[in-house]
């Protein structure tokens, strides 16, 4: 998996003060996307251990209150096989943080297919959905287009439907 771009102390992507991880990669190719400069899945910088430690580290500072980490891309579920150790450890060694992941596929497809299923299972928010340039709007806050949601996870997957996030914006 490579690592197209890594932000600490982001504000932009989620509630509070986050580091954002964005993967390499995506097939969707949305019309409109804001991040078309990184579907290659070769782009960036390979993802390693010691990448690894570091959002750990980074997820451990105190002397800033950081609520977790946003996972963004390209998109984050295609690439599982190396976001699923990392998020494992997360839950594992960084407990208080939260993870929001943003994918282009619906919570509906996401179900269905056992390796995303399991790694949603460790987050706690996911935005889904594709961008639809037809349906881009500015004054949605974590989303690009209107027909994007945001779920709270462990409520869609106990509940097997979706159960929106309702967040005082």
Known sequence: MNIADY??????????????????GCTHKCRG???????NFGYGEL??????????????????????????????LQNVEGLLPLLKRIKKECKSKDIWIWSGYTFEEIIKNEKMNELI????????GRFELERRDLTLKWRGSSNQRILDVKESLKEGKVILLSLDE
């Open 7 to 24: 932000k600490r102390f982001d504000v932009i992507n989620g509630q509070g003060i986050r580091h954002s991880l964005y993967t390499s």
């Open 33 to 39: 996307c804001f991040n078309a400069s990184i579907w």
């Open 47 to 76: 993802f390693t251990d010691e990448f690894e430690e570091r959002i750990i580290d980074d997820l451990k500072i105190d002397y800033v209150k950081v609520q977790g980490l946003s996972i963004l891309g390209g998109e984050p």
């Open 121 to 128: 299972s460790y987050c706690d928010v996911l935005i889904d």
